[in-house]
């Protein structure tokens, strides 16, 4: 499985392209119900050295991933022109109990973690962006090698 770091040194521009749009400020979280059927979640996903997400013990979203790890991340679009661009990616969320794990999200954070919160660290099996000049789309891709 891909970390963000071996994601980012494998498709450089398509990384930088993403930490930015992640950073613009609240990203979607798909994960799977118990049943099957699709649940989307506001988060706010950190990037270090991995690709990171901290919440509440209790948050739905968790639980989730806790039950089946795939997940999709989509960052936030400004407005229905495609804004500054587009990206996602897709993989396995793995819930991180290792204390040093946890020391690099929380170094990595722009906010401060509640010590109650959990954490998970998000493998990249597939990227996406899509920029939009003059209304034409300009996609790329990206699999993991996995």
């Known amino acids: 499985m891909t970390g963000w770091m071996e994601f980012a040194q494998q498709a ?3 990384a930088a392209f993403g930490e930015a749009r992640f950073q613009s400020g609240v990203a979607y979280l798909g994960t799977l119900r118990a049943d099957g059927s699709p649940r989307v979640h506001p988060v706010t996903p950190i990037i270090g ?3 990171f997400l901290f919440m509440e013990p209790t948050s739905p979203k968790g639980k989730d991933l806790q039950r089946d790890p795939r997940y999709t991340l989509h ?6 022109s495609g804004g500054e661009g587009e990206f996602y990616v897709r993989g396995r969320a793995v819930k991180a ?3 040093q794990v946890r020391a690099q999200a929380m170094h990595a954070s722009p906010y401060v973690p509640a ?6 660290v998000l493998t990249v099996e597939f990227a996406f962006m899509n920029t939009y000049v003059d209304g ?11």
Request: charged share 35%; hydrophobic share 25%.
């Open 12 to 14: 450089p521009e398509l």
């Open 49 to 51: 050295d991995q690709l």
């Open 75 to 80: 960052c936030s679009v400004e407005d229905a």
């Open 97 to 99: 109990g290792d204390p």
């Open 115 to 120: 010590d109650r919160y959990i954490l998970f």
């Open 136 to 146: 034409e789309s300009h996609p790329r891709r990206w699999h993991s090698p996995d």
